[in-house]
């Protein structure tokens, strides 16, 4: 094909946008197929909620722009290397644009339109969809013009590239001038009917993840079981968008962001690691939701320098235990998140553990009865443990 | 000798060295760079892990092929000597350059995952190489790594699904298995047979 195009009686410019044109037209349609895909996907596991047009636009014009991008660092770089190290760097400027940079630079990736994404609130970003698409469609007529102004030098070639430019400018000032914050900002709460099921606590999610009910209230009875009757101790769990805590009208509120975004092999967590920590660490801790931590209060290899432990360890060690009981505690990343040191406790407050669960039901029960208040105001210290 | 060279040099041999180490290099700044945060890093720094790995993949396995192929079938030496002594020795230099970045960056983890990201991402483009030619060997590693966040969930406990062998755990045997077998297939198919090139656009 390419013997031909190089035969053909046209510009060499038009044979260029030919094969590129191919190539991008392939490009999309598999962007069509995967977005079909995913719609059915999604379909097929909520019928909360409709899909969210303006970011699905952005992504056929942004492969236009990069596959145009691309064809124009193959031609001006002609190499073997080209083709995948353009892609790849082009990969991960989309992610540092979108995390690693500011977020001024976020809106000028196609995945920014999708930063705000949440089931709670309308975050769509909508009034940054035009400029996107003009951005992107810039992109690709300066990558083009670029081609065009390496094949033929004419003033023609020159202007467009110029005025390409300024297309592809002018939208990008005003993305890099619109603070995701201030997009977010403008989200207003999206009614809906929590999906319940009742355990040793009602349990409610978003409707939207509704699939994650029966896990989720599988961790939360596990985790809530010992606190039944306990005074304090959660009455219903409910997902929202918010740091876990307990509320002050005993609604334990969690967020399945964590266990669902935030996962990954190589730490090991799965999504019940995740579930369980951030429950356990709500269940132990203030109304604020945090479990204090003391700067310096861990001594080499982990250990706690004063004999009390440092502020928390109490709480850490019944979170601990919480976990202890459903059988799936690791001390290596169990505490990961309750800001104990490396993630680990004390090994005194391991040995607590241990001997907080060889106590019999009902001495933990009428330990707990009579603590949890104090222990969830920070008051007790390791001392005070059974 | 001179039929070496001339194989290497057709092959941009040197130039995949460079990028090698080019590619080495900015994985380490970027590496050290992750570190830096105040993050949970083995979450931050297994993306980078994983794709050094693929350039390092995808550097290697362009250079299979070379757009004078056709001609070099015609030569009296065995060309998969050739082959071998070409891949075998860039592959090293690659998991060499990349043990000396994951050793810099400190952590236990970094050295299994980029040798099995480097050895299996290796296979999967030295595959593709071997069916659409060099210059697209990059293609599959390239969709296989960027799709597994996409669609590569696993069930109940396991984060990915058994196939998803680049991003598992680094002690995972079924991820060794996986990513050893790509690499015995895929240079076993590289340097017994010559890899095929899309005529016309040589470089």
């Known amino acids: 094909m390419g013997d031909l195009l190089s035969t053909t009686s046209r510009p ?38 409709s899909p969210e047009w303006g970011s699905v636009a952005v992504g056929p014009v942004a492969i236009v722009a990069h596959s145009a991008l691309g064809f124009a660092a193959g031609r001006h770089l002609p190499s073997r290397f080209t083709a995948p190290l353009f892609a790849i760097a082009m990969y991960w400027v989309q992610g540092l644009a979108l995390f690693g940079l500011a977020s001024w630079t976020g809106y000028l990736s196609p995945l920014g339109s999708e930063i705000a994404s949440t089931v709670f609130y309308d975050e769509s970003p909508d009034t940054v969809v035009l400029p996107q698409i003009i951005w992107f469609l810039g992109l690709a007529a300066v990558a083009l013009s ?7 030098r004419t003033t023609a070639s020159w202007i467009t590239l110029a005025v390409a430019a300024v297309v592809a400018v002018v939208p990008a000032v005003v993305l890099t001038r619109t603070p995701v914050e201030a997009v977010n900002a403008r989200g207003t709460p999206v009614p809906y009917e929590p999906a319940c099921e009742e355990g040793e606590i009602l349990v409610c999610v978003h409707p939207a993840y509704e699939m994650a009910l029966p896990g989720t209230m599988e961790v939360v009875d596990d985790l809530v079981a010992p606190l039944v009757d306990v005074p304090g ?15 002050p009208d005993g609604t334990l509120v969690y967020s399945l962001y964590g266990a669902f975004h935030l996962l990954n092999a190589n730490t090991g967590y799965g999504f019940r690691d995740y579930m369980e920590q951030d429950l356990a660490h709500a269940l132990v801790a203030g109304p604020s939701g945090r479990i204090p931590w003391e700067a310096g209060a861990y001594g080499a290899g982990g250990s706690c ?8 360890e109490a709480q850490r060690v019944v979170a601990g235990w919480l976990i202890f009981r459903t059988g799936n505690y690791d001390s290596t990343h169990s505490m990961a998140f309750m800001e104990a040191t490396n993630g680990e406790l004390c090994p005194a407050s391991e040995d607590a553990i241990e001997r907080f669960d060889a106590l019999e039901a009902a001495e933990w029960q009428a330990w707990l009865r009579k603590n949890y208040a104090a222990l969830r105001a920070g008051e007790l210290t390791l001392e005070d443990l059974p | 000798m001179r039929l070496f060279v001339l194989f290497l040099r057709a092959r941009r041999a040197g130039y995949a060295a460079a990028m090698l180490a080019c590619v080495s290099l900015l994985a380490w700044a970027a590496g050290r760079e992750v570190l830096s945060l105040p993050v949970v890093v083995v979450e931050y720094l ?6 050094l790995a693929l350039l390092g993949a995808c550097v290697v396995a362009a250079g299979a092929g070379s757009p004078f192929g056709e001609a070099e079938t015609t030569a009296s030496f ?9 891949l075998g020795p860039l592959l090293a230099c690659g998991a060499g350059l990349f043990l000396l970045v994951a050793i810099a960056w400190d952590r236990t983890f970094a050295v299994p995952l980029l040798l099995r990201g480097l050895l299996g991402l290796s296979g999967m483009a030295f595959i593709i190489a071997f069916v659409l030619g060099s210059r697209l060997s990059w293609t599959l590693p390239m969709v296989f790594v960027v799709v597994i966040p996409l ?35 895929g240079f076993w198919l590289v340097c017994l047979f010559r890899v095929s090139e899309m005529p016309g656009r040589a470089e």
């Open chain 1, 146 to 152: 670029s081609v065009a102004v390496g094949r033929q």
């Open chain 2, 78 to 86: 065995p060309l998969p000597v050739l082959r071998f002594a070409h």
């Open chain 2, 46 to 51: 297994a993306p980078v892990i994983i794709f």
């Open chain 1, 12 to 49: 060499a410019v038009t044979r260029d946008f030919a094969l590129w044109a191919a190539t991008a037209a392939w490009c999309v349609l598999a962007y069509v197929v995967a977005a079909a895909c995913f719609f059915l996907l999604t379909r097929a596991n909520t019928d909360w909620g």
């Open chain 2, 151 to 185: 669609v590569g969930d696993g069930s109940g406990e396991s984060r990915w699904a058994w196939w998803a062998w680049v991003d598992q755990p680094a002690a995972d045997p079924l991820a060794w298995a996986l990513a050893t077998s790509f690499f015995v297939v």
């Open chain 1, 233 to 247: 101790a959660p009455s219903r769990a409910e997902q929202r968008p918010e740091d876990p805590r307990i509320r």
């Open chain 1, 305 to 312: 320098r004063k004999p009390e432990g440092p502020r928390g």
